[in-house]
Each structure stands twice: as C-alpha cells, then as structure tokens.
C-alpha cells in the first residue's frame, strides 16, 4: 500500500496530467473544495419569511458560514453573531507556518470581512447557555433569547492539563506547539530550525482523545524529520512520536500506513504515552503510561494538548452528559447526522465543539454546516427536515515537503476520495498542491456560504 518513492513522474505517469494541467482542471480552490468537501446543499432559490430570533454562538469557520448561509436562506430574521475575536485565522495554514514554508501574514484575516451586512455581532462571550428558558448571558452581562440556537465555539485547548506548561513557553525552551496562534506557530518554527541545526532528542506528542485536525501532530513529526534530511543533518537527531493510545490515525488503512512510514524513516514510536507533565529549565517531559510515569529528555518538544468544549458550552446543559462524549471533552450533544441537538430540538451544532465520532476539521465543517442549516430553516419552515451529515472529514497528510496523502473518510471510516484520479493510499504531489495552492481560497468560499 505504501510507496515512499513517488517522483512527479510517477504520479504523472499515474494520472497523465502536469502540474499546470492540474491546475487548469481543478479551475481555482473553490472547484477543487467543491470535490474535497462532500455534501454540497443548493440554497434555496427564494428567501423564505420569517422574524424568527437566530443567535449563532462563536464566529469561526463554522458560525462564519452559517451566519452567511442563513441571512440568504431567510429574509426578516434576527440573526446575531456572538464572538469577541475580531482576527481570523486559517487554521489549517498553522502547519505550514509552524514548519517554516509560509509566512504568517498568510493566515490572518478579519472576521468582519465575512459578517453579512443583516447579521447583528455582538462583542462578547457566551459566558452561560440557558436552553431551558432559550437564552444565554454574555461575559457582559447581556441576556438574550432566542427562537434557535445554533452552537459553534469552537473547542478549548487545555495547556493546564500538562503540569508545567503554559501556552507562553511556546517558542522558549525547546518547545513548541502548532495548536495556538500563528505567533507562536512562528516561535515552532525557530524551535524545530534551531533544534535541526543543534541536533539532539525530539519528543513529538498528541492530546489523547477527541482533538481538531488529528493529522497535525503527525505532519509536525514527518515535516521535521524530511526538513532534517535535507539539510543532511537526520544522523544528528533522534526522534520519536508519543501516542496516547495504540493508534496514530483513526483510518485504518492510513494508520497501517503510517505504522510502516514512521520506522522506516527511523521515528521512534512509543504507544500509550500520554504527556502530563513538563519541566522546561531541564527540558524533561513525563508520560503516562501502562507501567507508570516515563520521564524522557528532550531538546525539542512538540507539546499537543488535551482539547475540550469551552466552559461555557461544557458546563452547560447542552453538553453530553453521559458516555465517551462527555467523559472525552464535555462535547456538544447532537445527532450525528442531523446536527440537531438531541434534548433541545431547537438547538443545532457544527464544528470542532460537537460530540460526534469524528470530524474536528474545516472540512468537517464544510459538509456540517449545509445540513444544521438546512434542518434549522426546514424547521422554521415547518417541514420535515431531512438533511444528514455523513461524518465526512478530510486532510491533506502532508508527508514531507511536496507530498502529501489526500485522506477522505467519513463515520463508517471508509474512504470517499473526492478525485478518482488520486491513490489516497499514495504519497504524491498533488494533494500537495491542493493543500499549499487551493484549499484556502475554497476555506474562504465557505466562510462566505459560497460552497
Ligand atoms: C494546526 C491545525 C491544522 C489544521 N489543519 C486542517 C486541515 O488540514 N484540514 C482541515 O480541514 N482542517 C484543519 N484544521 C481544523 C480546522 O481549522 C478546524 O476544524 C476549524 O477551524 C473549526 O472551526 P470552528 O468554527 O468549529 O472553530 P473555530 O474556527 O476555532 O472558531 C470557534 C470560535 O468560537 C469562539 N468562541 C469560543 N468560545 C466562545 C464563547 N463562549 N462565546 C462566543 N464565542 C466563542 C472563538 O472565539 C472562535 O472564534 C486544522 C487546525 C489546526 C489548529
């Protein structure tokens, strides 16, 4: 299943196009999303009437494109948009950054550029969620009732669970994370760049659980070590990837992949080792593990967090109360296909903070979106709502720097690849492509409720 020797010829000889014919076929990022996204919804031809109250909470790519959804789908409603951050970011573009290949100013935008003229933002947190009474409270103070609720705030990246780390760190010591903000995905890159030139020990690590876009870590580990060959300096490190379980991706065909790719290109793995604990002055991480706490030395580590739902959601009466969802991360408690809060019908989730099997991804979020939307609308409208979501996530695995895997699945865990002209099972430029040249402009498609 593997080939670790694809050229450009290989995959040219494969699919009979060039890189310029790719280009041209795929005619832009919002044709190439259009594939690699799944469940696409026409909006409907006319704007249906209502003065129902909409409060969309969090403004990231999820609230972002239901915002510009509903405001065409509906004509007189009240749509609100509660969100203090006013910067965007493209998180998928953290990896590039954090790796060294793009420059910040690449990821950052602004969150008004996509708020639709009729959508009133609030600048404020959800600081309470009251489905009961339909309102919620903002860290303002501000209360507000709503008809429907629709719940995107994203997910909370839990640093305090690591004894000893602090967000702050990111870029000192041998540390770095691709997680936060692109100024610390900046101070990644000098940790990883310094770490190549010095040579030494480096940790690669990933939250146990539920986490957004589960093929970071791994990209971080395989990036670095290509980055290192390169530069001839891969004899002077050793490295090695901590897993928290006895997985490294859900897939299976991928993980089988991957279970081969890492020894082969000498990445150590050490299964069930969940980071707990790091001491920064002696550059020293604990695990835990099956037999105990192991302590290992790093010169370079790439600390991945725990991630969970933000208090407010978490603590709230909309978060799974039972079973693996709650127990992993106080997730949003929706059906997994109708995106539809399962105790309080008139409530709909989408995006990283939803408790579903799988799909913390932005393109997750472009096939969940469409169908909240559409099921909300269908509500208002008084019909049957029939949209589903089919757990459709995606990732560009970026193998080494011009390759990458373009990895498709969806809740059955079988893979549903958008292109049949590309081997998901094959490293190769193309998904490369997509991901360095295609997927931001189709990323902006969605915020927009284009695509
Ligand atoms: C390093 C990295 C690499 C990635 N790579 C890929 C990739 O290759 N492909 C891919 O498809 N996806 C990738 N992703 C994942 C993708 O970016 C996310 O899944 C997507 O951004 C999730 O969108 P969201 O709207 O759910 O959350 P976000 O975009 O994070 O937005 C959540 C918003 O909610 C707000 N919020 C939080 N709490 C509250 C509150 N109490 N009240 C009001 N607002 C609140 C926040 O301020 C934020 O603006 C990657 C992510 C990272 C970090």
Known sequence: MSNRTNGDKACSDTLGLSRRELLQALGGGAIAAAGAGGLLLPSPARAYRTNARIVIAGAGAAGLAAANRLSRALEGAHITLIDRRKRHVYQPGL??????????????DENRRYVPRNVEWVDAMVAEFDPDADRLVTDQGQVIDY???????????DFAAIEGMDPALIGREGIGCVYDTPEHAVGTWQMIDQFINAGGQGLFTRGPGGIKCAGAPLKVAMLAEDLASRRGRREALQLSYNAPSDGLFSQPQIDGFLREEFPARDIAINWHHRLVGIEPERRRASFQTPQGMARLDYDFIHVVPPMRAPDALGDSALAWQTGPFAEDGNWLEVDRHSMRHTRYPNVFGAGDCVGTPIGKTAASVKAQVPVAVANLVDTIRGRESGAAYNGYTSCPLITRRGRAMLVEFDY???????????????????????????????YNAMLRGRI
């Open 95 to 108: 990896t590039m950054i954090a790796t060294g290949i793009w420059q910040p100013g690449k990821i950052i």
């Open 147 to 157: 008809d429907y609720l629709l719940v995107t705030t994203g997910l909370h990246l």
């Open 412 to 442: 059955s865990l079988a893979m549903v690849p958008s292109f049949t002209f590309i081997d998901p099972y094959r490293e190769h430029w193309v998904p490369w492509v997509l991901k360095e040249q295609m997927l931001q402009a189709a």
